[in-house]
């Protein structure tokens, strides 16, 4: 067993009532109608990005509503001036209470058509990062996060998720393709992340954004994270613990995610 979770491929243990047989099934019976071939190219032509307005089943994408809107009032608010202001869940306070969320993100299914998509064998994130799996709340005019990187504090890469749950916004993904890649102009593109929908890109290539929400506007996503390789030096873990506190989820979600590892 590495740092990461172990996934058993044989688990069929139902996760207070959520039964991860079901929602791999669901994952399988959608991911089959795609062509992975398409996927996989178009995320190697971009640059290690990808967006596919349609991925999760309705089956499982109510779930995941019905989650997100259940715990709003739970989401730690930030501001951080000139960068971004919104709330945050992070997956300690998911694996309590919303453990639909934390079976999909480790699908069998799930994890396999996204190492399809970028040829990597995929990992999830230890059990005390804060950010393997989380919800961002967009509930007041005005919430956003500027231009950043989604940077790998692993020793291997990160690779990113974004999940469409609610989106009653005008708010969309801004993005730079190839901002990187010597010798390569910069590609601009934006996106609307619909309910289902989902976003998946290399954090340290992709340069991206989400701009502001409009007046009685809502919107709520999810974000997975896996890496290549779990392994962190004492150090970056230092900084991403204080980053997680400062601009997302609170020093006392820091302190529950110890206590729970």
């Known amino acids: 067993m590495t740092g990461a979770e172990a996934i058993d491929p044989s688990s069929t243990t139902r996760l207070d009532g959520v039964d991860p047989s079901a929602i791999d099934g669901a994952?399988?019976?959608?991911?089959?109608?795609?062509?992975?071939?398409a996927v996989h190219d178009d995320f190697?032509?971009?640059?290690?990005?990808?967006?596919?307005?349609?991925?999760?089943?309705?089956?499982?994408?109510a779930q995941l509503v019905a989650a997100a809107r259940a715990l709003a009032?739970?989401?730690?608010?930030?501001?951080?001036?000139?960068?971004k202001k919104g709330g945050s869940i992070s997956r300690?306070?998911?694996?309590?209470?919303?453990?639909?969320?934390?079976?999909?993100?480790?699908?069998?299914?799930?994890?396999?058509?996204?190492?399809?998509?970028c040829g990597e064998k995929l990992q999830p994130c230890p059990p005390d990062d804060p950010h393997a799996y989380a919800l961002y709340y967009y509930t007041r005019q005005g919430d956003h996060i500027g231009w950043h990187y989604d940077t790998s504090y692993y020793d291997g890469r990160r690779y990113?998720?974004?999940?469409?749950?609610?989106?009653?916004?005008?708010?969309?993904?801004?993005?730079?393709?190839?901002?990187?890649?010597?010798?390569?102009?910069?590609?601009?593109g934006t996106v609307q992340i619909p309910t289902g929908g989902i976003v998946f890109f290399d954090g340290d290539k992709l340069r991206h954004r989400i701009t502001p929400l409009g007046p009685d506007e809502f919107r709520v996503s999810l974000t997975f994270e896996y890496v290549t390789d779990?392994?962190?030096?004492?150090?970056?873990?230092?900084?991403?613990?204080?980053?997680?506190?400062f601009a997302y989820f609170g020093f006392r979600q820091l302190l529950k995610g110890r206590k729970t590892a």
């Not at 994952?27 to 071939?37: H, K, L, S």
């Not at 971009?46 to 089956?59: I, K, M, N, T, W």
């Not at 639909?100 to 299914?109: D, V």
Request: net charge positive; proline share 6%; with cysteine.
């Open 160 to 188: 990113t998720l974004l999940v469409g749950v609610v989106d009653e916004s005008t708010c969309r993904l801004d993005y730079e393709l190839h901002t990187r890649e010597e010798g390569r102009a910069p590609v601009p």
């Open 230 to 245: 779990p392994g962190m030096r004492r150090w970056r873990r230092m900084l991403s613990n204080l980053k997680d506190a």
């Open 73 to 83: 009032p739970d989401a730690n608010r930030n501001y951080l001036p000139g960068h």
């Open 92 to 117: 300690h306070t998911i694996d309590a209470r919303a453990p639909a969320i934390a079976a999909l993100y480790r699908s069998r299914e799930l994890i396999g058509f996204l190492e399809a998509t």
């Open 44 to 61: 190697r032509r971009q640059g290690a990005f990808v967006s596919l307005a349609r991925l999760l089943p309705e089956a499982v994408t």
């Open 27 to 37: 994952v399988e019976a959608a991911t089959r109608t795609i062509d992975q071939r």
